[in-house]
């Protein structure tokens, strides 16, 4: 099972080595990792998504616990939680399927990010059974290139994964 | 009012100071040169090793006979990759230590420098934490940290890298030992309802043993340990790494278990209904094949390291804290227990299985089982002994009498060879009033041999038995039992004649080949002053037994040996 989880580190230099070598080291596969800054300055915020057992995942966050930057590990797939992750598609656009490729933007709730004359560039978040879908419809026109930001996560509801 | 700004190497200095260090183990370099010439002047101890890793060995050893953090300095590049390895074995054994590296001046990080190497990358993974000083305002805080983070929850090696110029610049030095980090707070006291669940436990089990290992030790934790061993008849059985931790000649001791431990260690986890495990962490070479590994016990497992528990072996009552406070927990709830009818079944195997003297083969007549009861026999009273890694290592661990904690040094985890000497070296420094025995290989001692100079420059009295069988002796007993004898690059031959080496460095040394001619060289050593060696011809072909094959269940066990 995919466990989605929520890494409070302080930003110190070497943080973002330390976590990503302990998973190499200890034979944990990352699926993907996203870092950002939290409300609170100084302390960074990593969503690491990482494919295993309960036995695994729990030797995972007891791991990640022992880093001495890392203030607070969270398994956000145990309770309920929303999920996002943003992808930047290049598709080849020729004049006569633009609006073919438009209209598949709008079902997906996408945005057209750039047109040249034989591309187009679309954004589009969602959760990861929405990306493979717009990916799918749009290999029909030719991707050129893909990049994803790696999934974030919140709790849902007023709950907050908190930094003690 | 503030006081005056000092250099970074004097905050250093001031820093050992107030962490009451009275040695420092270092080798010196171009990017540490200006810690060493404020060392010049203070009054703290300095021991010059010939080779770093021989220094974070004596720290290490160092380390485990004081309970006390090891002081290791050494400068950039090479100086701090040779410290490499003594790091990982001190962080696989939770020894406490802070390193202090020199490193190139800011300005050159980054470029390939001469003599630059990026060791707090290279020791991110061996290390419990580590720091890159980039700002000598930053200093005192990371001394203060370094020093908390190393002797405090789990015990560890923290490394401290420094550039050549943040040793000369200046700030204000507040050294603040109460430190609050956000993301290091060890848990000492056992949560109350699982220590309940353990005391119902240990009151229900019929056949109940204590398996404890260097937790124990570092933690303090022996009188309570025995307190709890006493009050409820419980039988215990300690790893290599807790060996000590409770007396090796009291009638409830049963050696330690797994692939060289005692038949009755490995009967005892088999049979038991309820393992008592403190301070250890179900090493492979512990828990044999893991499937059928106490498959008729509850475990309690008490140890500061959540991430140990259930980490190898499921846990039915896990309790997080430190062992010597859980343990007196535990003690304070218990009644006296009876468990006649197990100790007899246990003293029945002590009987039938005792360690056995020989392997039955034939060969030489000084057998290495011989030399190292003879050394326990004669100099085991109120020792340290330090050993290397192989058979001697696990013939020590079998025959010696390890009475008190703290005076039993082993590379457990790592399996080092070369660490035994230094170590020995470190804790002859650690404890005056102590005598230091180094059993080592021949092997393992060619590793760190360099260190005679150190130990007769500084007439270190210490006994250097050299458990001499001109074989990589656990190599070549694998070969033997698992590879049909094919003796692949096993051999030591080309090897010094290590009494002569020893003379040329200024120690006293004796060769023995026979049983009358090793008892008298020990009698005789004990009598000397300074480093002497002693260097012991063992049968060539002598293997360790008992022993479990690897991946094996430990009630597997092959008995394999003989009384003599």
Known sequence: MKHVLAVLVENKPGALTRVSGLFSRRGFNIENIAVGETLTPGISRMTITVEGSETLIEQVMKQLHKLINVIRVSNLSAEPSVMRELMLIKVRAEVGNRSDIQQIVETFRGKVVDVSPNSMVIEVTGNEEKMEAIKLLLEHFGILEIVRTGKVALLRGAKITREA | ?564
Not at chain 2, 400 to 428: C, D, H, K, N
Not at chain 2, 505 to 532: D, M, Q, S, V
Request: a neutral charge; aromatic letters at 8%; glycine letters at 10%.
């Open chain 2, 1 to 564: 009012m503030r006081k005056k700004k000092i250099k970074g190497a004097n905050m250093i200095l001031s820093a050992l100071q107030k962490e009451n260090v009275d040695v420092i183990f270092g080798f010196p370099g171009g990017a540490v040169l200006p810690l060493y010439d404020k060392l010049y002047d203070d009054p703290v101890k300095h021991l010059l090793v010939r080779h770093e890793q021989a220094a974070v060995h004596a720290a290490d050893g160092y380390a485990r006979v004081t309970g006390k953090p090891g002081v290791v300095f050494a400068t950039s590049g090479p100086g701090a990759t040779n410290l490499v390895t003594g790091i990982a074995n001190a962080y696989m054994d939770s020894v406490p230590m802070v390193l202090f590296t020199g490193q190139v001046a800011k300005s050159f990080i980054g470029t390939d420098a001469f003599q630059e190497a990026d060791i707090t990358g290279i020791t991110i993974p061996v290390t419990k934490h580590n720091y890159l000083v980039k700002d000598v305002a930053e200093l005192p805080d990371i001394l203060a940290e370094a020093f908390y983070i190393a002797s405090t929850g789990r015990r560890g090696p923290v490394l401290i890298d420094v550039p050549k110029d943040v040793f000369d610049q200046e700030a204000y030095f507040d050294y603040n030992r109460e430190v609050d980090i956000r993301g290091y707070k060890p848990t000492y006291e056992g949560h109350v309802g699982q220590v309940s669940r353990a005391v119902k436990a240990i009151r229900n089990a019929k056949k109940p043993v204590i398996f404890g290992g260097g937790g124990l030790i570092r933690a303090g934790a022996s009188k309570a340990l025995r307190e709890l061993a006493e009050t409820a008849k419980i039988p215990v059985i300690l790893s290599l790494m807790g060996l000590g931790a409770y007396p090796g000649d009291s009638p409830l001791f049963l050696g330690m278990p797994g692939m060289h431990g005692s038949v009755t260690a490995n009967y005892a986890l088999t049979e038991a209904d309820l393992i008592i495990a403190t301070g250890v962490r179900f090493d492979d070479r512990v828990t044999g094949k893991l499937e059928s590994f106490a498959n008729n016990a509850k475990i309690i497992h008490i140890d500061i390291d959540p991430a140990e528990i259930g980490k190898n072996v499921a846990i039915d009552v896990p309790i997080v804290g430190d062992v010597r406070l859980v343990l007196e927990e535990l003690v304070k709830k218990l009644k006296p227990g009876s468990t006649d009818a197990w100790l007899k079944q246990i003293n029945n195997w002590q009987s039938q299985f005792p360690m056995p003297l020989g392997s039955g083969k034939n060969g030489q007549n000084l057998k290495p089982q011989f030399v190292i009861r003879e050394l326990s026999r004669l100099g085991g009273e109120n020792a340290i002994v330090a050993t290397d890694v192989g058979q001697h290592q696990m013939w020590t661990a079998q025959h010696f009498i390890v009475r008190e904690p703290q005076t039993f040094l082993t590379s457990g985890g790592l399996g080092t060879m070369g660490y035994g000497f230094p170590a020995a070296i470190g804790a002859r420094l650690a404890a005056p009033d102590k005598r230091v025995i180094c059993i080592t290989g021949d092997g393992s001692f060619q590793m760190n041999i360099q260190e005679l100079a150190t130990a007769v420059h500084n007439q270190l009295d210490m006994i250097i038995a050299v458990i001499n069988n001109s074989y990589l002796g656990m190599v070549r007993q694998w070969q033997d039992i698992f590879y049909e004898k094919r003796y692949s690059y096993t051999s030591m031959q080309g090897s010094p004649d290590f009494v002569r080496v020893a003379e040329a460095y200024g120690a006293k040394a004796f060769k023995a080949t026979t049983n009358e001619e090793a008892t008298a060289a020990i009698e005789e050593a004990l009598k000397l002053k300074g480093p002497i060696l002693i260097d012991f011809i063992v049968d060539p072909e002598e293997n360790v037994y008992p022993m479990v094959a690897p991946n094996h269940s430990i009630s597997d066990i092959i008995i394999g040996g003989v009384q003599i």
